[in-house]
């Protein structure tokens, strides 16, 4: 039985840093496809190695599963996942954290009152990418090897082989589980897929007064001798499976403070100078009890992924692809909360990818390469970067790589990429045959961002250059795209004229500094975007959806902030 407000619909998620980590409901087994106990990021593409632990309790007078006959009492989802069970007369507390850096889960058990009981876990294995069709049946064993207190599990194909470590027994076995996912619209309104799940054997161990029981499952093999490299496991390091997941989750839970200390640190820093810009007073800002920032600011941590040797951000966990204008958007906000150690990774990794002036729309091939077509990630580069030159006052890193970069990016993008992405004869930048509202004023800004960064850099006469190029193309934006009948702007122009529509994304016009409306046509197109798509969880994605975007409000709220006076 559920407990209240533990439904399958409520999610977690936890990231390990890679753009893996693991994910699931609040109650009952996997609802779709996405969610597993152990998704590893750390190769080209995010893999779902273990769908879940089939649990069994049995004591005096008790043999149930966890998920069907056990009694779910709360479930917390901070710091970490955390069940509290009653089996019988017993009450059991499970936790789930995940390392990071480190593709793998810890799974803790610990005794709260009533008899003691043994618990059995059984991992239910699978090698499959994460945006894969499930497959029905389960994969083949290719190997089981096993001593005291670690079993390794190597399934048929090229996965690295998963290793189990247990404070209990290892029971083998080469059983079959079939996990039908409760989600009916992961599969676009078929009935929900199956999923074949292959069960090595069984982890037992006793969980009662003082004894806990233990279970860390990973695609590295040699796992605890890096959490020991890296002092995560104690001075000197802890000798027993129970003392490492302590010591792991005292690290965490300090990793954690650090980074949301260091967040409101910085945002109210970046606050102060922001209303001190505008001739209000730099008094702090930010309350470091506000609940809302530091679930957005963890929300931050969370997406930051490695991908080799680049550092990049990921919009959707666990496990999602790279996108280039996701990754770049919310780059800023690493900039904001003046992380510019890592914000200036992202950048390095972008302006290392960029081929004729577009930087990659996503990493997406079967190797995780990258792949080009949308000039939409260009143009959020080159906004990132004069956000990041403007508050970190890293002049050489702008001089030297910045800066020669993102003129590259604004020479290639005017005369032309094998793409099809230029600036036409009527100075619209166009992507095919189309020219797009958004894409126009983010170009806009790019104009006006480069001139800025020229004159940083004392190249007085191209900061000209690019300050006419950007007034220009304002006059001709406005009477391309502004829809004075509407309050709004046309959404593109084609070959056949304008293209009518209302998009959260015309916020842009507004929200990006310096706006490229002007006040009186600002706040006329603010009042028409909150009348017609904003809603109390978002915006809506065109008038009348049902499909809404949180995420849209980064655009609306500066937007409307603007043309209200920042009151």
Not at 72 to 77: C, I
Not at 422 to 427: E, P
Request: net charge neutral; aromatic share 6%; with cysteine.
């Amino acid at each position: 039985m559920p407990a209240p407000g533990a439904s399958a619909a409520a999610e977690w998620v936890l990231a390990n840093g890679l753009g893996g980590g693991a994910c699931g409901p609040a109650a009952g087994p996997p609802a779709h496809p996405r969610q597993g106990l152990l998704v590893t990021g750390a190769g080209p593409r995010p893999l779902v190695r273990l769908l879940d632990l089939d649990e069994r309790v049995a004591g005096a007078g008790t043999h149930v599963r966890l998920a069907a006959g056990a009694r779910l009492e709360a479930f917390r989802a901070e710091p970490w996942p955390t069940w509290r069970w009653s089996a019988g007369g017993t009450v059991l507390e499970r936790t789930i954290l995940v390392p990071a850096g480190h593709d793998a889960v810890v799974v803790r058990y610990r005794h709260l009152s009533g008899p003691a009981v043994h618990l059995t876990a059984s991992p239910l294995c699978v090698t499959r990418a994460l945006d894969g069709e499930p497959a029905g049946a389960a994969p083949a064993l290719a190997a089981l090897r096993g001593i005291p207190g670690r079993v390794r599990i190597e399934l048929v194909g090229d996965a690295p082989p998963l290793t189990l470590w247990h404070d209990g027994i290892f029971l083998p076995a080469r059983a079959w589980r079939t996990l039908a996912y409760a989600d009916p619209s992961a599969s676009g309104g078929a009935p929900a897929p199956r999923e074949g799940a292959l069960v090595p054997g069984h982890a037992e161990g006793l969980v009662g007064p003082g004894r806990a029981f233990h279970l860390v499952l990973a695609a590295e093999e040699g796992l605890f001798k890096a959490l020991a490299a890296e002092r995560r496991l104690g001075e000197p390091p802890e000798r027993t499976l129970a003392g490492c997941v302590a010591a792991l989750e005292r690290g965490e839970v300090e990793r954690r403070e650090r980074w949301r200390r260091a967040a409101v640190q910085g945002a109210d820093v970046t606050a102060r100078q922001a209303a001190t810009a505008h001739g209000g007073a730099a008094q702090a800002r930010l309350d470091e009890r506000d609940a809302l920032f530091g679930d957005l600011a963890l929300a931050v941590r969370a997406g930051l992924a490695r991908r080799g040797h680049r550092r990049t951000l990921l919009g959707a966990l666990p496990g999602d692809l790279e996108r280039g204008e996701e990754a770049l958007r919310t780059a800023t906000a690493l900039v904001s909360l003046r992380g510019f150690a890592l914000a200036r990774e992202v950048l390095e990794g972008y302006v290392e990818y960029l081929d004729e002036g577009l930087a990659p729309q996503a990493f997406d091939a079967p190797d995780g390469g990258p792949r080009y077509g949308d000039p939409a990630p260009s143009l959020w580069l080159v906004a990132l970067a004069d956000l990041y030159a403007r508050r970190s006052a890293d002049g050489a890193f702008l001089a030297q790589t910045l800066y020669p970069a993102l003129d590259g990016v604004m020479q290639a993008l005017r005369q032309g990429t094998r793409h099809g992405v230029r600036v036409d004869r009527d100075g619209l930048l166009a992507a095919g045959d189309v020219r797009r509202a958004d894409l126009n004023v983010l170009w806009y800004h790019a104009l006006v961002a480069m001139a800025q960064l020229a004159r940083t850099l004392g190249h007085r006469e191209t900061a000209a250059f690019y300050l006419a190029w950007a007034h220009e193309h304002q006059q001709r934006f406005l009477a391309a795209f502004w829809d004075g009948a509407a309050d709004r702007l046309h959404e593109a122009r084609g070959p056949d004229g304008p293209v009518g529509g209302l998009a959260p994304a015309q916020a842009l016009a507004v929200s990006l500094p310096p706006a490229l409306l002007e006040p009186e046509r600002a706040a006329r197109l603010v009042a028409t975007l909150e009348r017609e798509l904003v809603t109390p969880w978002g915006l809506r994605e065109s008038p009348g959806s049902d499909v809404v975007s949180t995420a849209a409000l980064g655009a609306f709220v500066p937007a409307w902030l603007r043309v209200h006076g920042r009151d």
